[in-house]
Structures are given as C-alpha cells and as structure tokens.
C-alpha cells in the first residue's frame, strides 16, 4: 500500500494504515530523522484509543502503552543502540516476541531481530507537511 | 534524627547520597564517561558499570557523611523511570541492604525527586511552587502543593527539550552530549539570525519534534546552496536554535504562572545547567516578579541527593516499599 500524506489528514491515514497492517504485530517503522516516525505513531496510538501520552522513547528506548482496541502496545526507539546484542540487554527482543503490538523506529539498528512476518513502513519527505507512506507486509 | 542512603542509577550515572532529616551530607556521582564516544547512553554498558560503581560509590557516601550503614534509619532507591537495566542494579542492591539490615525500604519517583532538589540548601521556594523540569527525556511543569502532592500541570507531547538541543546537534554535526556545546557556540550567535518552527500546542503541554524536522529541512537547503554554510554560520545556528527552544519553555512557563497565580518558580534536571535558559528565566522573573530557585548545579543533573531528601519525606508519612517493588522503565507518576 502506498499513500501520500498531509499532516491534516493523518488521522485518516493512520486508520488506513491500521486496517491494512493490523494482521501484523510487529510493525517496522523506517525513516530519517525528522520523517515522521514518532507522529505517524502519535496517530495511531490515537486511532487506537491510546490514552497515556505518547511521547518520543529516544531517551527511555521503550514505551508501554494501554489501547482497549490492540491491547498492550510497546513503542520503542533504537536510533542510541548500537547493535542487536544492546537491543537485546534493552529487552527489545523480550518486547518483539512478547505478542504485543510493537511500533518499532530505527529497527535498522538491529534488523536480525525482526521476526519473520512483520508490517514495513517506510516514510519519505515530500514537502514540508506531506509524506509518503508505503507499507508492505513480510511474511 | 533520621539518616537516609539514597541510590540513584535510572540512566548513565551510578549515584548515592546520605542525609540526616532534610540536610545533605554527601552527594557522590560517578559519571560513566564510555558513552560520549557512542554517541548515547548504551543500557548495555551502562547496566554493567553500574554494577562495577555501585560499592565503591555507596562507600563513599557513607565515608564523606562520617556514618555507616548501621546508622541508617532507610534505604532508599529510584525506582522509576529510567532504562530497566540499570533501575534493577539500584533496586537490587537497595533491597539486599534493606534485608540485611533490617530497614526500611523506600521508593522514589525520579521526577518527583527532580521538583524537591529544590528543597535542598538554604533558600527553599515555600508552597505552592511550580517546577520546569527539563532533561533529556522529559519535560514537565508540575505544580507542587507539598513535598508529596505534586501535580503534573503540562509535559511534552513528543520530544523532551534534552532531546531537541541533543538531536540539533547531531544535526549540525557536533558531538554527543550536544546541548552543553550548543550553548557555548550560542553565547557568541545571533539569536535572532535565523527563525525555526516553533510548535505550541494547546494549554501547558510541549512540543519540540516539529522544531528538530524543521532545522533538518533548513540545513539540508542551506546546504545545497552552500557546502560551507554549517561551518560559517555554526554559532549563529546554535544560537538561534537554543533561543527557540528555551523561547518555548518561557513562554508555557508564563502561562502556568498566569494560570495557577503562583510566582514562587523552581527549575530542574539536567538542561536547567544550560546558561541561556538561566538567564532567560531571571529576565522574566524580573519581569513577572517571580521569586527563582534552581539548585545547586551537583543537584539539577542525576543525582541521589534529591532521592534522599525526597525519602526522607516520604519517611515523615510512613511511605515505605516493600520487597516485591519492583522498578519500571515508565511508571505512571
């Protein structure tokens, strides 16, 4: 699926998104800074429900959120780790095979970590205030 | 008189500190210098040199305040939030303490600790006082009634302003931890050289990520015109980017003051060091008529000094831990 987005309407998007991919629990988010990792997640976790506020887990590496649609969902930051042993002591890949929805940016930091199946979503600059999402999913 | 060990290990810094009732009589802090050349703290290697820092550092504690364990009444630990890895040292070794010697055991809230630094040392902010707490993950203006009924009024919707000056750095090329060169860069900028998004969203809350994307898009088209321009115009850029976020955290500052009528106003946490934003907030103090604490440098960054003094209150009202507490990266306040 490939979409172009406006920051006006990414709550639409975000429902989009979520019902094409919701089969997948593991959900790889790839990008560069200043993409729209983190707000393309804030939408979702909108979407979703999500009441505690969702906020960058660059410093915490991990966040635990509650959704009374999909449950406990983890959102976590790898872009401080180094490589996959570090992701592994973080307990990334306790969160990754927990069963729980996992929003993962910069999974590129410990790609060998990815389950097999996993939702890919790939967001690219357009202009200010407008992306491109594509997501594929892996099986 | 109650003595209290404090233990503080939520991120890269193995802390302890000891206290006798509200006065700190030792504040020991090894910094684990190994993670500048990663460019972040890396849990891994911060779980590991905590566990190698933890004694020597509780010794020093207990030598620098000329007691020992058996004088203690509490151990106290952090036990939220922070990196999983590294709570678990602090809190393992507190419990095993807590066990031994047969004392209580207390658990303090990080960013509550943060808002009662503010208590340490002789010019205390009398109550209510409101507290900007600023580090690198977490930004909040919390409104304290008393030492244990604090209130979140607003905090940041993504960033932390820690992650803003840290991530603008690495955009600019600077190394890590880029907010204390940002803010000797921009002390000979112009502030004013340049303009960048700056994100205000509703009520009290915060938000910087807007802030990072749109110093991203204006190097990378500076850039294309001029290979040069981040070398020629670097102190001017971080000038111009610390003004806007500390012009951010002002400006909600100033609207929960006007909100709540409290002018008895406290900053905390780690980018409380930076100089712009010292400055910035005795101009508006002056201004607004605020009356200004912020504590003790040794006391602003991550430190075991406000666990104890925060233990030593929750002590006073019989909070205590048990031993099946256990720490958690993201606790609820």
Request: charged letters at 20%.
């Amino acid at each position: 699926m490939e979409i172009s987005i406006h920051k006006n309407n990414i709550q639409e998007a975000a429902t989009r998104i979520w019902n094409f991919a919701k089969g997948e629990k593991v959900w790889a988010f790839y990008g560069e800074m200043g993409a729209g990792k983190t707000t393309i997640i804030k939408a979702l976790c909108a979407f979703l429900e999500v009441r505690e506020p969702v906020s960058s887990p660059t410093f915490s590496i991990i966040n635990e959120y509650q959704s009374p649609i999909a449950g406990t969902l983890c959102h976590m930051d790898l872009y401080r780790l180094k490589d996959e042993q570090e992701a592994v002591q973080a307990g990334v890949e306790d969160c990754i095979y927990s069963g729980n929805y996992c929003f993962i940016e910069w999974p590129e930091k410990a790609p060998g970590l990815l389950p097999h199946s996993f939702a890919e979503i790939k967001l690219e600059f357009i202009r200010e205030n407008e992306r491109s999402i594509s997501v594929k999913i892996h099986h | 008189m109650i003595s209290i060990l404090a233990i503080e290990s939520s991120c890269d810094d193995t802390c302890a500190a000891v206290c006798s009732d509200a006065k700190i009589l030792s504040n020991v802090i090894a910094n684990q210098e190994v993670h500048a050349k990663y460019g972040g703290v890396v849990p891994e290697l911060a779980s590991r040199a905590h566990m190698r820092n933890i004694v020597p550092v509780v010794d020093e504690a207990l030598k620098r305040a000329q007691l020992s364990l058996n004088d203690m009444d509490a151990i106290a630990f952090t036990q939220a939030p922070g990196l999983l890895g590294s709570l678990l040292v602090g809190a393992q070794f507190a419990k095993s303490l807590s066990l031994v010697l047969n004392m209580p055991l207390i658990a303090v809230h990080h960013m509550q600790a943060h808002v009662l630094a503010n208590l340490i040392g002789e010019k205390k902010p009398s109550f209510p006082f409101l507290c900007l707490t600023v580090s690198g993950g977490h930004t909040q203006i919390v409104k304290a009634n008393s030492p244990l009924d604090l209130e979140i009024l607003g905090e940041t919707l993504d960033d932390a302003a820690g992650e803003a000056f840290d991530k603008s750095a690495k955009l600019l090329g600077l190394p890590y931890p880029g907010g204390p060169l940002i803010d000797k860069y921009a002390k000979e900028g112009d502030p004013l050289k340049f303009t960048f998004a700056r994100p205000l969203p509703e009520g009290i809350n915060f938000s910087f990520s807007g802030l990072k994307t749109s110093v991203m898009y204006f190097l990378r088209d500076a850039q294309k015109n001029d290979p040069e321009f981040l070398q020629m115009n670097m102190q001017d850029l971080c000038a111009s980017i610390q003004y806007t976020i500390i012009e951010i955290l002002i400006k909600k500052l100033i609207r929960a003051s006007e909100l709540t009528g409290i002018k008895e106003i406290c900053i905390a946490g780690g980018v409380s060091a930076n100089s712009g934003l010292r400055k910035a907030i005795e101009k508006t103090g002056k201004e607004k008529n605020w009356n200004i604490y912020i504590p003790d440098f040794q006391y602003c960054t991550d430190n075991a000094a406000m666990i104890a003094i925060t233990a030593y209150y929750k002590f006073r009202e019989g909070q205590f831990a048990s031993l099946k507490d256990s720490p958690s990266a993201r606790a609820l306040w």
